[in-house]
Nanobody
């Protein structure tokens, strides 16, 4: 079991930046690949970014590539999502997720989820 808690969301103007954090507790953090997903009202939960156990591989949705950066600090049991050049369409609840195997983009393949943090980008 692992528990995930996100923080760092809020209201930001278009073009601005936000950094999300997700702290994990429970089993050894470095045994999990981590992902960030987002969900806007009335939409499915979409993959945003993923990172391998040792942080040697990262993956991004096309819509955020070049603007968002995922990273992790295994010593702090934390994964981050740095979001730059934010757009109103980035507005959503952002979730971190963990799974025991390789990074995948399908939300249903992740076993553990945080409660989510709201990011609102104003135009």
């Amino acid at each position: 079991q692992v528990q995930l808690v996100e923080s760092g969301g809020g209201l930001v103007q278009a073009g601005g930046s936000v950094k999300l954090s997700c702290v994990a507790s429970g089993r050894t953090f470095n045994t999990y690949t981590m992902g960030w997903f987002r969900q806007a009202p009335g939409t499915e939960r979409d993959f945003v970014a993923g990172i391998s156990r040792s942080a040697d591989s990262t993956y991004y949705a096309d819509s955020v590539k070049g603007r968002f950066t995922i990273s992790r600090e295994n010593a702090k049991n934390t994964v981050y999502l740095q979001m730059n050049s934010l757009k109103p369409e980035d507005t959503a609840v952002y979730y971190c997720a963990a799974r025991d195997s390789i990074v995948v983009t399908r939300a249903t393949r992740y076993s553990y989820w945080g409660q989510g943090t709201q990011v609102t980008v104003s135009s």
